[in-house]
């Protein structure tokens, strides 16, 4: 059996739901996994956050636009009354639900609750579309098996026991419909897998039943090698391994959720990246094969903070990376990038929440200077540390300000860190001299 994923712009139109619906109908037994429509999530968040600021009128106006939204929708993909009629009392139910939580206390709990109608309304969108077409489709409700631990991993065991049970209660079914992204937690609450997490829920299912392919599709032909919403000439890349697909993902590649390729590349499940709007073409393939050598593609992660720590006195005595690290674990901050130097370590985080009191324990036995709005630039390919061609990434030292390196952590990344007021010219600078004069 095959899952297919199909994200926010794929749902996001009638127009793109019909060609979801050309997809996947072709008789095999599948599981479909959908993302909320395109907009939803970023709407919901918004109310969650009015709701936050306790600003009631303003909760309530953004739930009657979104509501209007949805309503205008349906008309135009459920043309058949009945369905119409159905899918408008549940989707009032959700803005009623909505409209209730406006009088409630905020709290973190709240949002995930908010933030998970998304799914739960495109799914019963779309199988009602699927009805009105003739065409059987079943709804597995996500909340029913996806669960996630106390480290707000999948909890494989139970959703592998869950997921068979609530599949094998329709057995006959042809396509079932699930919600990517919402789960429920340790403690049996609403949660999610993250922005973006549908891919992860994608995969999660693709390990749990064992599939023969996980395919995501999206609005693009495949995983680029450069960032196409910054960059020009960008192509599409036809085959990745997982390290590559992993390493891309989790630098900023957003066609991919940073997780996506754990959970199948144990069992050699491969993933295909597709485009609902050009299903003819191959798009990108991730297994566990190891491709071509050389600069495959280029991505970049945004928000991090680069911290310098200077104690000439101390640096290299042993035992003073693992006193810097500590402070890290206490803070429960992970660190990207690192580089040493006789006088000072420079490291980078992506999360800034407790960066005063990291800085405040850093500053008890080393000097610290704090950079921030930095972007990494990652660069990744199947041995490129290695690879002839690579020091054509050194062009680039002569044009651009680099403020930190890591070469020859794994031999298929190579990062930079560069301020993020430059991080669009570094983008396009690395395009030219990598992929396009390399060509010439
Ligand atoms: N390296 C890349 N290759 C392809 N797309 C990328 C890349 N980096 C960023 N993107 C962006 O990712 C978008 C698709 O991801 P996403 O918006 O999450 O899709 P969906 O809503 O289908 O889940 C593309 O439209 C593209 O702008
Ligand atoms: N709806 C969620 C989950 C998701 O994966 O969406 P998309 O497939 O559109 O990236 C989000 O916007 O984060």
Partial sequence: MKVLKFGGTSVGSVKNMANVKNIIHDGSKKVIVLSAMSGTTNALLSIAESITNKNT????????????????VIDELLVHDHLNKQTKDYISSV?????THTHKAPSALLNNEIVAQGELMSTYMFNAYLKQEGIDSTLLPALDFMRINKVKEPDMESIKRNLKEVMDRVPEATIYITQGFICLDDKGNISNLQRGGSDYTATIIGAAIKAEEVQIWTDIDGMHNNDPRYVNNTNPISDLCYDEAAELAYFGAKILHPQTVLPVREDHIPVRLK?????????????????????????AKDGITAIKIKSGRMLLAHGFLKKIFEIFETYETSIDMITTSEVAVSVTIDDEKNLDKII???????????????????LVGHAIVNHDETYKLFQILKDVKIRMISYGGSKNNISLLVDSKNKIETLQKLNDYIFELAHQ
């Avoid at 803005?95 to 409209?99: A, V, Y």
């Avoid at 405040?360 to 990652?378: P, Y």
């Fill in 360 to 378: 405040a324990a850093l500053e008890a036995f080393a000097t610290i200077e704090v950079d921030k709005n930095q972007s990494i630039i990652c």
């Fill in 95 to 99: 803005f009623n639900l909505l409209t």
């Fill in 57 to 72: 009128n303003e909760a309530t106006e953004k739930i009657n636009t979104l509501h209007d939204t949805y309503f205008t």
């Fill in 275 to 299: 485009n609902t709007m050009n299903p003819e073409c191959y798009g990108t393939r991730i297994t566990s094969d190891a491709t071509e050598n050389g600069i495959k593609a280029i991505a």
